[in-house]
């Protein structure tokens, strides 16, 4: 569940129940709007990524799919949220398979705030053609999940508008020794 309450009192001012899903423990992110399009808080409950007017709590119905976007694979932290763009990374296992839909990639994604589309996804594991292939041995870069970011939050320099992102292993790393 999410709520909002009044700085001064401390009295709930809304409250919004998800209809399925759990919230991330790790918080939401508040987007303060652009002059046309009011605040929003912006959080993830698994693999849905949602927006509620920050005024009401009431879901954001022109945000993806009435107020939802299907991220796919989930992302259990607080959005990164930068201009007009929400970051979220990917919770995903660190490991190689042969089949590719029980390992899906763990790229960087970054949404539109407004409309809760897609703007661009970071190749985390560069696929042939792309930089940075001709490093994994062989075809080892397919199937392969990790190389994610999983951790608490991003980083972005306002003067670079660079976002820093870090990664987990590209394999499983529990040292079984």
Not at 8 to 32: A, C, F, M, N
Not at 98 to 123: C, H, I, L, M
Not at 129 to 157: C, I, L, P, Q, Y
């Amino acid at each position: 569940d999410v709520c909002s309450s009044d700085l001064d009192t401390g009295k709930e001012v809304w409250h919004y129940d998800l209809p399925s899903g759990t919230l991330s423990r790790r918080g939401v992110s508040y987007w303060p709007g652009d002059g046309t399009t009011a605040a929003r808080i912006i959080a993830t409950a698994g693999a849905t990524l949602f927006a509620l007017d920050a005024k009401t709590g009431e879901r954001i119905a022109a945000f993806g799919q009435n107020g939802a976007v299907n991220l796919t694979v989930p992302y259990n932290s607080a959005p990164t949220i930068y201009k007009n763009l929400v970051f979220v990374g990917a919770n995903v296992g660190e490991a190689q398979s042969a089949d590719p839909s029980r390992n899906p990639p763990g790229n960087t994604r970054a949404y539109d705030a407004r409309t809760g589309a897609k703007v661009w996804e970071f190749q985390s594991v560069p696929k042939p053609g792309e930089t940075g292939n001709e490093t994994w041995d062989g075809e080892s870069w397919k199937s392969r999940t990790g190389a994610n970011h999983w951790a608490f939050s991003m980083t972005v320099d306002a003067e670079r508008n660079t976002l820093y992102t870090v990664f987990g292993s590209p394999a499983s790393d529990y040292y079984g020794g």
